[in-house]
């Protein structure tokens, strides 16, 4: 068997590429040609062929409020052919290298192969689920008061989406092409929700697909709530739709993680569909704590260890944070708290609610009140990505 060769896609490169990523897949994936301006794709090349490959672009994540540079991979496969011979683990790395020249300092990936996944560095924050609600019970259970809706994205309802982004771990600060991508893959129509003489409150964004035999499936993309009574008339206009849709999707991850639906259904009747979550990896530990958001009210200075990226070995680190800022150096002090690679991602993501949770992960800690110090400290916002790529 003749030897990889690892390279960017050229224009003859990129269409080889999206054939094979459709006998991979078994279906074409459209984000192969609706991403070529944006994303840059990394091939390996056995006798001329292209047998692996993958997409991947750099942009901002807020956490903690803050944005940090990260490395969103996506549409990657190996071959039929190829498969077994670990060229899935080497088809990552050259996929991340120059996504880290840019300027990555994490990364972001939503696989299936989740062991897979973990085994190259990368761990899920959170679980993801997709919601499933009658229609009725929405029209039952909520009313829009004075809202006014209208059809359509404008600059203020984008505004609206980043100030709420900022209030979660995990979102895409949207570039500029983001929501154009997005509409023209999905076919979405977005409303915004305002009361008189107030700026947007409400962005909701869902497509819809035709039933067979009558109405349409309708599919909740967005769903971002300045409050809630904001929640609540955009709850109340999806259950207007029960004419035509029998049920309203959220679909996986579209609905924050907050209890509007637990505490104002008259029957709590829905229907939770487990997915493969989302997951993350640090791909450069002081940068990452130094750009990540942190707690104003909080100092303190902990020594912890993390595994090295080999595996093999544990580092000592001592992280400071003081000021609503963070950073982390070589010390030689004995760690109070040990993190794996993929622990650490976790607590970076707020994934760790408490410190019981943390334990529970495997996370050890000669000192509990040092535990809880670090928990606290990546907790203030919740773990929830909104966006597929």
Sequence with gaps: MSELTFAPADDRRWQQYDE???????????????????????????????????????????????????ACLGAGCVAPEERGQQLGARMTAERLRPLRERGAVISVHS??????????????????????????????????????????????????????????????????????WKENKSTLTTYRFTRPGHPTAGVLSLATKRRERHGVSLIVHDFWAANQPAAAAMLAFLGRHNTRAE????????????????????????????????????????????LRGWPTDLTTAVPIEIENAAGDEWDRWMLQVKDGAAEIAPTHVEGQVSFSRRQLAVWYAGGYRSATSARMAGVHATSQKALATLVQSTAEFEPWLPDHF
Excluded at 47 to 68: E, I, M, N, R, S
Aim: glycine share 8%; charged share 20%.
């Design 111 to 180: 696989t299936s192969s989740n062991g897979y996944a973990r085994r190259l560095g990368w761990e899920a924050p959170v679980q993801v689920f997709a919601w499933t609600v009658a229609t009725d019970e929405l029209k039952r259970s909520y009313t829009g008061e004075d809202f006014e809706i209208e059809h359509g994205l404008t600059e203020d309802a984008q505004a609206l989406q980043r100030d709420l982004a900022q209030q979660w771990n995990g979102p895409v600060l949207r570039p500029a092409w983001w929501s154009t």
């Design 20 to 70: 094979l990523a459709t006998r991979s897949y078994g279906h074409r994936v459209g984000d192969i040609t609706d991403l070529r301006e944006h994303a840059d794709l990394q091939i390996a090349i056995r006798d001329g062929k292209v047998v692996a490959g993958g997409l991947g672009f750099v942009v901002d994540q807020f956490f903690g409020g803050a944005p940090v540079p990260s």
């Design 247 to 290: 049920t309203i999707e959220f679909r996986r991850g579209a609905l924050p993680p907050y209890p509007t639906l637990l505490h104002n259904l008259h029957r709590f009747r829905l229907l939770a569909e487990s997915w493969h979550p989302w997951m993350l990896r640090i791909l450069d530990i002081p940068d990452a704590i130094r």
